[in-house]
T-cell receptor, first 116, second 116 residues
């Protein structure tokens, strides 16, 4: 069965610190997709990144970077030089392909608070 | 940037009343979803909808729930007789036609339902 674990419930950092949000997943499929979504205080879900299971290359987008390691079933998200606007709940999610699943399985989220 | 529009943003209702939540998807998107997030918890899949019929639903989506797209534009979620535990944020999401597992969903801002 699919499962996404975000062990960190809440993290607080001081502005300009780096922070890493952990995500560990479980799936029996060989083809799957991993996502990160951001939920700011306003409540909407904002797509950040999608990764497929065949692409383990790490990705950097500005201050955001993602480390995908199939060997440990992890897809961690790092924010460099954090800013107050990064304060939000961040969700990791998994979607499987072989089963034809149409839906995303979300983790429980990590609430990040960036203190000015 | 195209967006998914949800109404109402917040609805308060009495237990046992019927509620209809509405979603206007992005115009060229073909797949529609409802997700639910109970306060402080993870986002959970309810139902997916394609070609005017349900393609997948979760255990949460029982007989009290229904979805339809009556006029080819609005995508609605109806809760026939609300219960206290239906209090949650309901997210509509849509995607363009692509491989099922690659789901880059665009989420609406959510409709918060409070059942008293």
């Amino acid at each position: 069965a699919q499962k996404v674990t975000q062990a960190q419930t809440e993290i607080s950092v001081v502005e300009k610190e780096d922070v890493t949000l952990d995500c560990v997943y479980e799936t029996r499929d060989t083809t799957y997709y991993l996502f990160w979504y951001k939920q700011p205080p306003s409540g909407e879900l904002v797509f950040l990144i999608r990764r497929n299971s065949f692409d383990e290359q790490n990705e950097i987008s500005g201050r955001y970077s993602w480390n995908f390691q199939k060997s440990t079933s992890s897809f961690n998200f790092t924010i460099t030089a954090s800013q107050v606007v990064d304060s939000a709940v961040y969700f990791c999610a998994l979607s499987e392909d072989q089963t034809g699943a149409n839906n995303l399985f979300f983790g429980t989220g990590t609430r990040l608070t960036v203190i000015p | 940037e195209p967006e998914v529009t949800q109404t109402p943003s917040h609805q308060v209702t009495q237990m046992g009343q019927e509620v209809i939540l509405r979603c206007v998807p992005i115009s060229n998107h073909l797949y529609f979803y409802w997700y639910r997030q109970i306060l402080g918890q993870k986002v959970e899949f309810l139902v997916s909808f394609y070609n005017n019929e349900i393609s997948e639903k979760s255990e949460i989506f029982d007989d009290q729930f229904s979805v339809e797209r009556p006029d080819g534009s609005n995508f609605t979620l109806k809760i026939r007789s609300t219960k206290l535990e239906d209090s949650a944020m309901y997210f509509c999401a849509t995607r363009y036609r692509e491989r099922a597992g690659a789901n880059v969903l665009t989420f609406g801002a959510g409709s918060r339902l409070t059942v008293l």
